[in-house]
């Protein structure tokens, strides 16, 4: 960020006469000769003549260019003429023209100025014509003439009065003239500005005008370029209750997404470089910036200029040829000139921070979704060695997610910071070289020393520079890794959990945080409830496997695709609802017109398909043709003797959705996401950067950095006091002895310069600390918070704090705090200064502090506000990117899907566009008028000075002059820091609230290593269990692993009560094998061993057991992985695992996580539809490698599955048939469908019940496996 007000170190200008710019010796017969060539120029009336010619070149261009413009048409009545206005500016300009004839006429003016103004009331007149475009041309060359006439006017009339001689005289027709048209100008300022619709050339949404315009496009120029007082209704709501988005001025047409979409699409096709495309894209903006800044760095020199004369007027008031209210005037406007060239530059710098965010961030969105490389990481950097080994480049990727989040929280920040190069390029040489002459005219030839100094350090600048933009790159590698691992395990949190491997991703994440900070720290000294409305969580967290196969059914049906693909979507279903769903879904009209493939393993699909074909290990087994076959629903019921049955499972909606096509989501811009990330934010208390201080180390080291500081602005203000001594010596000595004076100086200079670097170091290094201490709680917070927690908190909401608000800690915060206490400082030592020499000037002095204070209370409330909604507005869109990267395939899949998400994207964009543009523009509010009181409090202190003429030495006068101004500037800045420094505190109070989590486990405590086994039947599952409500089968592996709250009852597992066992020991001890695997960036032993815990002979030997199985085998076969990579034939523990384990096949990765229970020896395994998506083969190698592991352990393990597939489970000990949430059938299979129950109608309707029959044969032997 730029500052807005920058904490100077005022110099103390005394002059003693004689060196003045403009002395006495440049005065001819009287008066300043470039006082009169300006008068004669403007009195000429060639300049009237080309005024006129410029506005006729000008009206011209505008008619021509008119033809080829089309805008929207439409009626607003921001469009209409505002007659009050126009009537009042009407008649001023009239009555300025009646002047300037009366004047012409007397000889006081040239009689071009009366024509000038005749000119442009002609123009004036003509926008009563009801044609808009012309109404804007008329006016704009109206107002263009009127004020290059004022100046003209003014130059020639009130010029020469500047002049110390007699003054010269106004006669009144010409003093009526000027106020007339001063006035003009005015009330064109301060009228409100017609709206004009935006041309059809230009790629708007629809719908993107036909509201009301933003208040920046109808406000008057005097409010959008010098008060922006637009926002003031903003700031008033803020500063009387909570901002909330609909509060936010509307975001103007020209900074839609996706408008800025086409743009920076257009660019890019024209360069490729990023830096070219953004130029080409802002140049507009560009070149404004280059204007504003480089007029800024001049008119900073107005203000020391002025008061140098000043000063050289209080030392010689009779030598002096200007008029002192000239030098008070000037150091009046010019600061305040200043401050509206550089508000204009930091606002359309800021714009620029909006446009190119929003543009950048859909562009990366839709590389994302147009590229066709499925396999590939659509945000993979390019390697440049072309010859480096497979293994090493696939050692350093990182996740697409997490190098994105990087990209948008830190990449993309880094091009649009980038911005200040106008200014480096620009305005700091255009005000060095200004500068430089100001300093050869006062001091002659030294300064020139001083010049060369300057240019010989430039090198050591340059090197810095270029050593802080390599190290920088270092540390973005370093926060991708993080940031990837970060997303990586959270995105996982579950397979995390239930393997207890918390503290293996802390430290894995540790490990990347310190790579990251060794760096930074160089870069520092540097520098369902609901029906379709359900909120199905992130990665659909909140829906059981079941439930997320009918979910993407559902979506296949809701398309209007001719050909639907549909790839295994009964294997998560048990048999009774796959009939169900293949009676509503198969056998109904919902599938006329389309083209269906259906993979599937249940034999009665194929029997009813038009067309089926059989494989067999990535070959064509069979082929048989079934045209115009009549589908019929499989019998979901059936009446056996002596059994029964439970009824249909219902599936229920609100309403019919298929009728329900033009309903959309209640809250489509992701409000609601984001009124959700404010509640969790809370607000943040005033002082919390006192807390933020305690993270420095121990209170001792927070007192040294307050100690620095304070001998710092010591010897800030010795430097100061000591040149006005030396200043002072000469008018009271003849001879001075220059090697005392300059010696203490030099000595005051080094110990301000060797403090300040000593204050830089220990702040930034107890930063360094804080933050890594905030980030290693953050992240342990995180990952040892309930489950439940994640359920409700998206991914991306903790992704955009671990990178966005951990950037903010690392980067900003720091220097916010030792801005806030350097001025508080300052104030004290400048207030103790200004009281020993000019008293009187306290009050004015209380005037603006109490003045700053409130404006600075009014921003602050709503800025604090803003602040958190821009930050939570940045959730939705870090969630919809990780979103739409997970379900990729699916959006490219379906024709349309991906304009749709992009179209969604763009309406979050608006929303963080909406709130990013208003917290920027109420920085220029605050900072407009903190600039305003502080040209007055200057004009306050130089009048007072020169009441003070003769009276005080010029010497002590010209020191508290400087410390007088500068304590306003200081003390409003001070309320300025602070209020910024609240503000980005959220950032701290954001990450602070995360890492202060509760966590799932408070303690360790003992418990018994074992107790007495249940082995009584009647303990083994009730009957009737549970009494009350239902029991999900995830809840029941969720219940065994302590994810959920046990209310009343117990689960005892050898006997042990597991709520008195810590869930980390439990988890620790027990092994499950979800439904989808999960696999981590890395190796396949680290994946197998997070912890590194186990010896390399046991996992070799678990990977050695799994061989045989057919995923395997077709992977040393040469198979594709299921995305397509690269096959890694002769899997071993040294074979890397990209994320999610992207370069394996589902088969395979299902296999590693077999590998990874066998690994860890438990007594107690869980499998969770483990094998529902495997065919046959894989299920059955999966089966033997378990029953091998069960063997061998003799009886002392144990096997719970949950599966639908019966196959799975016939062979068991025990099995327990659950339907509708309650326990319906215990027993042995055999046993089980000897009954002709529940369990003999889900082998009959399986589709497979004759080998189920067979399998049931040889039951005589049961392995040790129960479920």
């Known amino acids: 960020m730029i500052p807005d007000i920058v904490p100077e170190r005022s110099f103390v200008l005394a002059a003693t006469g004689p060196q003045s710019l403009l002395s006495s010796s440049s005065i001819n017969d009287g008066r300043l000769p470039w006082v009169t060539e300006i008068s004669l120029l403007a009195e000429a009336g060639h300049l009237q003549i080309l005024i006129i010619l410029v506005s006729l070149l000008w009206t011209s261009y505008r008619l021509l260019n008119r033809q080829y413009t089309k ?23 009239a009555t300025t023209f009646v002047f300037l004839v009366l004047a012409a006429s007397e000889g006081q003016t040239n009689a071009l100025s009366a024509v000038c103004a005749a000119y442009a009331l002609i123009f004036a007149l003509s926008r009563l014509i009801n044609d808009m475009e012309w109404r804007h041309i008329a006016l704009h060359q109206t107002n263009f003439v009127l004020t290059t006439t004022l100046i003209l006017v003014a130059a020639s009339a009130i010029l020469p009065c500047i002049e110390a001689r007699e003054p010269a005289t106004i006669a009144f027709p010409l003093k009526g003239a000027v106020i007339s048209l001063a006035l003009s100008v005015f009330v064109s300022l301060i009228t409100p500005r017609e709206w004009v619709p935006p041309s059809l050339k230009h790629a708007l949404p629809k719908g993107a005008v036909e509201t009301d315009p933003a208040p920046e496009e109808v406000c008057s120029w005097a409010d959008y370029f010098l008060t922006y007082d637009w926002l003031t209704p903003l700031i008033w709501t803020g500063a009387s209750r909570p901002v909330t988005i609909d509060d936010l001025p509307k975001l103007a047409w020209y900074d839609d997404p996706l408008l800025l979409l086409s743009k920076i699409k257009a660019a890019r096709a024209k360069s490729k470089n990023t830096l070219w495309t953004v130029l080409r894209l802002l140049k507009k903006e560009a070149l404004i910036m280059a204007s504003c800044i480089a007029t800024a760095y001049l008119l900073e020199l107005v203000a020391p200029f002025a008061l140098y004369q000043l000063l050289s007027y209080l030392a010689d008031p009779k030598g002096s040829v200007i008029r002192p209210w000239v030098w008070l005037l000037l150091m009046f406007c010019g600061p305040l000139s200043r401050s509206v060239c550089f508000q204009q530059y930091v606002f359309t710098s800021t714009r620029l921070i909006v446009r190119v965010k929003s543009s950048m961030t859909q562009e990366l969105y839709h590389r994302a979704i147009a590229s066709k490389d499925v396999e590939d990481d659509v945000f993979a950097i390019p390697s440049k060695d072309k010859k480096a080994k497979p293994e090493a480049k696939t050692a350093q990727t990182s996740s697409s997610t997490g190098r994105l989040a990087n990209l948008m929280a830190a990449d993309v920040d880094a091009v649009f910071m980038s911005r200040d190069i106008i200014m480096i390029m620009i305005g700091v040489p255009t005000g060095t070289c200004a500068s430089i002459i100001g300093l050869y005219k006062m001091l002659g030839w030294p300064s020139l020393v001083g010049a060369a100094v300057l240019l010989l350090a430039s090198p050591l600048s340059i090197f810095i520079a270029q050593l802080m933009a390599k190290t920088t790159r270092i540390v973005r590698r370093a926060q991708d890794s993080r940031i990837s691992l970060v997303s990586e395990y959270l995105s996982s949190i579950r397979a995390v959990k239930y393997f207890a491997w918390e503290d293996a991703a802390i430290n894995r994440i540790l490990e990347a945080r310190e790579n990251e900070q060794q760096h930074m720290w160089r870069v520092s000294l540097l520098y369902m409830d609901n029906g379709n ?16 196969a009918r979910v993407a059914l559902a979506r296949a049906l809701y398309s209007k695709a001719p050909l639907l693909l549909l790839d295994d979507i009964f294997s998560a279903l048990d048999a009774k609802t796959s009939a169900l769903l293949w009676e509503r879904c198969f056998c109904s009209d919902m599938l006329d017109g389309r083209t269906t493939v259906l993979v599937a393993q249940q034999p009665w699909v194929a029997a009813q398909s038009d067309l089926a074909i059989t494989l067999d290990k990535g070959e064509v087994v069979s082929t048989e043709q079934n045209l115009g076959i ?29 009728n329900d096509r033009n309903k959309t989501a209640d809250d489509p811009t992701g409000k609601n996401l984001v009124a959700q990330e404010m509640k969790a934010s809370g607000k943040s208390a005033r002082l919390m ?31 100061s006091l000591w040149l006005s001594i030396w200043v002072e010596a000469y008018s009271k000595q003849e001879a001075v002895d220059i090697t005392f004076y300059l010696g203490i100086y030099a000595a005051f200079t080094f110990a301000e310069t060797i403090s300040y670097a000593l204050m830089v170091l220990v702040f930034e290094n107890g930063a360094w600390h804080a933050a890594k201490k905030l980030h290693r709680d953050f992240i342990r917070a995180v990952m040892r918070v309930s489950l439940s927690w994640y359920k409700d908190v998206p991914v991306g909401r903790i992704i955009n704090r671990f990178s966005r608000d951990m950037y903010s800690v690392d980067s900003t915060i720091c220097s916010q705090l030792r801005n806030f206490l350097d001025c508080g400082m300052s104030i004290l030592f400048r207030l103790g200064a200004i009281s020993s020499i000019l008293p009187v000037f306290m009050l004015p002095a209380a005037a603006t502090c109490a003045i700053g204070v409130v404006v600075g209370e009014m921003y602050t409330r709503t800025a604090v506000t803003i602040k958190r909604l821009v930050a939570s507005a940045q959730s939705p869109v870090f969630t919809q990117f990780s979103d739409t990267l997970a379900g990729l395939a699916v959006i490219r899949a379906r024709d349309g899907m991906g ?34 009181i502080t040209a007055l409090v200057g004009l306050t202190a130089g009048i007072i000075a020169v009441s003070k003429a003769g009276i005080v030495a010029a010497g002590l006068v010209g020191f508290s002059l400087t410390n007088a101004t500068g304590l306003s500037q200081t003390i409003l800045h001070l309320v300025r820091s602070m209020n910024d420094l609240e503000v980005e505190m959220q950032s701290f109070a ?3 609230e995360y890492a202060g989590l509760e966590p799932e486990e408070k303690s360790d405590k003992s418990y018994a290593e074992e107790g007495q086994f249940a082995d009584d039947d009647e303990h083994v599952i009730p009957r009737h269990w549970p009494a009350t409500g239902k029991i999900e089968f995830r809840n029941l592996v969720l219940s065994l692993l302590r994810f959920t709250h046990i209310v009343s009852g117990e689960i005892l597992y050898d006997g042990i009560d597991i709520t008195k066992t810590p869930r980390r020991r439990l988890r620790e001890a027990l092994t499950i094998i979800p439904q989808e695997a999960v696999l981590f960036n890395g190796t396949v032993e680290s994946n197998l061993d997070p912890t590194g815990n186990v010896e390399e002979d046991t996992l070799a030997k678990a990977l050695q057991s799994c061989r045989d199985i057919a995923s395997f085998q077709n992977q040393a076969n040469g198979a594709l992985g299921a995305d397509g990579n690269a096959p890694t034939a002769g899997i071993a523990l040294s074979t890397q695992v990209t994320a999610k384990g992207e370069n394996f096949s589902h088969g395979q990765r299902q296999v590693l996580s077999l590998c990874r229970a066998l690994v860890r020896k438990s007594r107690l395994m869980l499998l969770d539809e483990a094998t529902a998506s495997m065919d046959y083969e894989t299920d059955r190698g999966i089966q033997e490698a378990l029953r091998r592991e069960l063997d061998e352990a003799g009886g ?12 799975t ?10 339907a509708g949430g309650r326990v319906v059938e215990v027993g042995r299979p055999k046993e089980l469908y000897a009954r002709a129950g529940v369990f003999y109608d889900m082998v009959y309707h399986s589709g497979e019940g004759e080998e189920l029959k067979e399998m049931l044969g040889g039951d005589g032997e049961s392995s040790e496996v129960s479920s």
């Not at 009549?630 to 298929?658: I, T, W």
């Not at 909406?914 to 509010?925: D, K």
């Not at 002392?1196 to 196959?1207: F, G, K, M, N, S």
């Open 71 to 93: 805008r929207i048409r439409h009626q607003h009545s921001a469009s209409a003429i505002r007659w009050r206005w126009e009537a009042c500016a009407l008649a001023i300009r």
């Open 533 to 548: 409305k359900t909120v199905v969580g992130e990665n659909g967290a909140s829906l059981s496997g079941g439930q997320k």
């Open 630 to 658: 009549v589908r019929q629903p499989v019998v979901a019921s059936q009446e056996v003797a002596g059994g029964s049955n439970p009824g249909e499972p219902e599936l229920e909606a609100e309403s019919d959705a298929l």
């Open 689 to 719: 950067f006192f807390k933020y201080m305690t993270c420095f180390g121990s209170p001792f080291y927070a007192v040294v950095c307050l100690l620095v500081m304070l001998f710092m602005n010591m010897a800030w203000l010795g430097s």
């Open 899 to 932: 304009d749709v998400f992009s179209e969604a994207l763009a309406e979050r964009l608006r929303t963080w566009s909406r709130a990013a543009e208003a917290n920027y523009n109420c920085n220029r509010w605050v900072a407009m008028r903190v600039d305003v």
């Open 990 to 992: 954001r990450v602070r």
């Open 1196 to 1207: 002392d393990r144990t096997l719970v599955t949950i599966a639908h597939r019966l196959r």
């Open 1209 to 1218: 489970i016939i062979d068991y000990d025990t099995v327990v048939v659950m």
